[in-house]
């Protein structure tokens, strides 16, 4: 079919960030154990979204590399090893240390020819820039390979180590968050958000990423309905505008007969909307 074409959905870990491919010759099935192609070569990820057909272009999506075999997945376990490893060998020397470092991840490549051998990059997070020079050394003497260090925002943090939000749900950054737009606290007052860290912080602690997912349909309604204390007239009288309701796309108003509130949708009290029906009804 143009225009279609097939796709399957991956992690690398439970829960985990889900990478889309294109599935090529192969029918993985939810639970099979699939190569998925990475600049260190072929790594292996478990299929969370048997292959089936989609409504958009695929041929810019990554091909499955092959199914799993025996000596993938003990290749697989043993960097799973290598890198449970790492990980306690750097919290116990950073400890020693006496460093304000914090381990978040760490990956591992194992020895393959041109891969100039193995290789430990830890990612830690710090509330500052941390000198590990003489950290790195002990590290590379214990583990025996090449070992990096990078430091990671709190965002990344986050992103990295995943987690459940506030509504519930896995964090976005942590399962389909690619880049990581501008958010500002404008956008929570636009929302009538109260203005409490601990209301409109993520994980990260930064402003919550979802704070712009619906600030354009705030900004839509806001630039058409009448503002709160504008008096208009609604299909059972009239009466003042007291509050908003912008995902029911709705206004509250108090009406001047009895005091009472009701609720009234945006265009039965929107001027050009009103102007429209008296002239064309």
Not at 159 to 180: E, K, N, P, Y
Not at 206 to 224: D, G, I, V
Request: aromatic share 6%; hydrophobic share 35%.
């Amino acid at each position: 079919m143009v225009g279609m074409g097939m796709l399957c959905a991956v992690s690398f870990n439970r829960y985990g960030r889900l990478y889309y491919l294109d599935p090529g010759e192969f029918s993985p099935q939810v639970g099979d154990r699939v190569l998925v192609p990475t600049d260190d070569g072929p790594e292996v990820a478990e299929c969370v979204w048997a292959a089936q057909w989609v409504e958009e272009e695929t041929a810019a999506f990554p091909k499955v590399a092959g199914l799993a075999g025996d000596d993938d997945l003990r290749r697989d376990d043993l960097l799973r090893k290598r890198k449970a490893e790492a990980k306690v060998a750097a919290k116990k020397l950073i400890k020693a240390h006496e460093l304000p470092m914090k381990v978040v991840a760490v990956d591992h490549v194992l020895d393959q020819a041109g891969s100039g051998g193995p290789r430990t990059t830890i990612y830690f997070t710090a509330p500052h820039r941390v000198d590990f020079r003489s950290l790195v050394r002990d590290l590379g003497a214990t583990l025996h390979c090449r070992v990096e260090l990078r430091q990671l925002s709190a965002r990344d943090s986050a992103r990295v180590q995943g987690g459940i939000g506030s509504c519930g749900r896995d964090l976005c950054c942590a399962t389909f968050l690619t880049d990581f737009e501008p958010v500002t606290i404008r956008m929570a007052k636009d929302q009538d958000l109260p203005l409490n860290p601990l209301r409109i912080s993520g994980a990260c602690g930064r402003l919550m990423c979802c704070l712009k997912y619906e600030h354009p349909l705030y900004q839509k309604f806001q630039a058409t309905a009448p503002a709160v204390g504008t008096r208009v007239t609604t299909p059972t009288g009239d009466g003042r505008v007291v509050a908003h309701s912008v995902p029911r796309d709705e206004v509250v108003v108090r009406m001047d007969a009895d005091g009472s509130r009701c609720s009234c949708s945006r265009a039965s009290v929107c001027g050009p909307r009103q102007s429209h029906e008296e002239r064309y009804a």
